[in-house]
């Protein structure tokens, strides 16, 4: 799993210098991703990053200015390859203020050097062709503890299943926070306890401000005494609760409350304002925060292997909902089936699944795949099938619990080269699916591909329609392409597009989908 990796250094009133940042990043075997998206450093501080490439393709670690489209300018390189391959694919770019050199495989380098003065966001990228999309990071540059000031903390012990109302309470201990940053993890207690923290809050000017929770188990924050974000309740912290409120320039009171009732520990705060992007008032930092960064891991990775025939891997699987099937298919190439939606959920290349987070502890939340170039051809569990007499018009919503009507599971069974047959119903037809792949999904150029089969025997219900892809599709080369960064081709044989819906008259008989990752 990839790891935002957070080094808070707190300078006391009386020093100016501060120790250096030392990080380690990274390359990630077959997932075109670094181990590390996030750091966090101070203005001037002295930074040591020892960059190592474990993958079997060539990196580089290359820093630029805020504000870089660091995917465009890797790609103009293509404009005079011949020149960009003397210089070893580094763009000749004004913006880029420290880089590696481009470590051929499982090469490593330490770079040194100084954090710019300037407090801001600065991105990293490898600039080989092909990997900036996915391979790239963030470098924030914020002073430490200049947010929130005077921050304690009051433990206290108890089992609710929701916020209590701390003020009848007596803390179990208290204390103050050294480093001013919202921190749950202050004793050993495991479960059954709750904390608040007060302090204050500096809003650097008058104008609006936005703030940011997730937490496991309930939380909520309180800005002057009104209440601003609520979590509360038992649930993991998959979802990144956020309000915005006009603030004065000055300080301002500032409560979070939290409570802990079992399994996993987790709370993450933040902020964000019309001159600085969401910066953490929390030590840990949520894995969807800047679309991607994920939290140092509690265990050593589990990655699981496919060599010469698919693995299985059935568990929570992010965006296949809690009854998802993973099949990792030989050649970096992998598919996860929602037996609650009885539908391909995702399609991803490279690395399969991590999983460390089922196979230890109690195996809570939703794991996501471990490649990358990751679609959901059809959205958030969501049934293939559905009647109406609209095909553009919207489909079934996947709330957690329901079933979709019409649907019955009959589970899948494994062929002598272990490639599974999915089957259910629906209604009064009986469905069979079967995947097979080709290509190379490890590749930038392995043109990666699924054959998607469907059979379908029975009657099926008047104007019914099975749904290949979801999203804004162009119909070009006798294929349906979707429209991005990442083009991805869905061909089959009576295809249409009815708004932003890609469908196929649903009929009993075969139907054939083609999946790929366009070039």
């Given amino acids: 799993m990839i790891r935002s990796l957070f080094v808070l250094i707190v300078a006391t009133a009386a020093a100016r210098a501060v120790d250096p940042a030392a990080f380690t990043i990274k390359t990630m075997t077959a997932q075109m991703k670094y181990d590390t998206t996030e750091l966090l450093v101070q203005p001037g501080q002295p930074v040591k990053i020892l960059f190592e490439n474990g993958d079997d393709l060539p990196h580089n670690l290359v820093f630029c200015q805020p504000g870089t489209d660091t995917a465009a300018m890797a790609m103009k390189q293509m404009e005079k390859p011949e020149e960009a391959l003397k210089r070893n694919w580094l763009p000749d770019d004004p913006r880029i203020w420290a880089h590696s050199k481009m470590l051929n495989p499982h090469e490593k380098e330490e770079l040194n050097f100084t954090a710019p003065e300037k407090a801001g966001t600065y991105p990293y990228v490898c600039t080989f062709p092909g990997h900036a999309l996915t391979m790239r990071g963030e470098m924030k540059v914020a002073p430490a503890g200049d947010i929130l000031h005077n921050l304690k903390f009051a433990l206290y012990l108890g089992n609710w299943k929701r916020l209590p109302d701390f003020s009848k309470l007596k803390p179990h201990r208290e204390g103050k926070v050294e480093d001013n940053l919202v921190q749950v993890k202050l004793d050993d207690y495991k479960n059954e306890f709750g904390v608040v923290f007060t302090g204050k809050l500096i809003a ?51 409560r979070l409350e939290y409570f802990q009732a079992a399994g996993h520990i987790e709370l993450y705060a933040a902020w964000k304002g019309a001159d600085f992007q969401i910066t953490p008032l929390s030590k840990w930092l949520h894995p969807n925060w800047k679309g991607g960064a994920k939290k140092k891991q509690e265990f050593d990775p589990i990655p699981l292997i496919v060599k010469d025939e698919p693995v299985i891997y059935r568990n929570f699987i992010q965006g296949a909902g809690n009854r998802g ?14 037996a609650e939606s009885m539908n391909l959920a995702l399609v991803w290349r490279g690395a399969f699944i991590d999983a460390s987070r089922h196979w230890n502890s109690r195996g809570g939340g939703h794991q996501p795949p471990l490649g990358y170039d990751v679609i959901q ?44 047959t999915f089957r259910y119903t629906w209604h009064d037809a009986e469905v069979e699916e079967t995947f097979t792949t080709e290509g190379d999904g490890n590749k930038p150029d392995g043109s990666p591909t699924i054959i998607r089969t469907v059979k379908v025997t029975g009657t099926m219900p008047e104007h ?15 294929a349906f392409v979707l429209k991005g960064p990442k083009p991805f081709r869905i061909k089959a044989a009576g295809a249409q597009i009815a708004g932003q819906n890609l469908v196929i008259p649903a009929k009993a008989g075969t139907m054939t989908i083609t999946y790929q990752w366009a070039q």
């Fill in 377 to 420: 051809p059809t959205g958030e569990v969501t049934p293939a099938f559905f009647v109406t007499d609209k095909p553009d018009a919207a489909w079934p919503k996947w709330e957690k619990g329901i079933r979709y009507e019409g649907f019955a599971w009959k589970g899948y069974s494994l062929d002598a080269k272990r490639f599974p």
């Fill in 325 to 338: 099937i993973g099949i990792g298919y030989p050649g970096g190439i992998n598919i996860a089936w929602s």
């Fill in 204 to 254: 650097p000017k008058k104008g609006s401000y936005r703030f940011f929770l997730a937490s496991d188990d309930g939380a909520r924050i309180l800005i002057d005494g009104q209440e601003i974000v609520n979590d509360d309740g038992i649930h993991p912290a998959s979802n990144i609760r956020e309000k915005g409120l006009p603030l004065e320039k000055g300080e301002h009171e500032f």
């Fill in 464 to 478: 019914a329609w099975f749904r290949i892809g979801i999203g804004s599709y162009e119909a070009k080369d006798g």
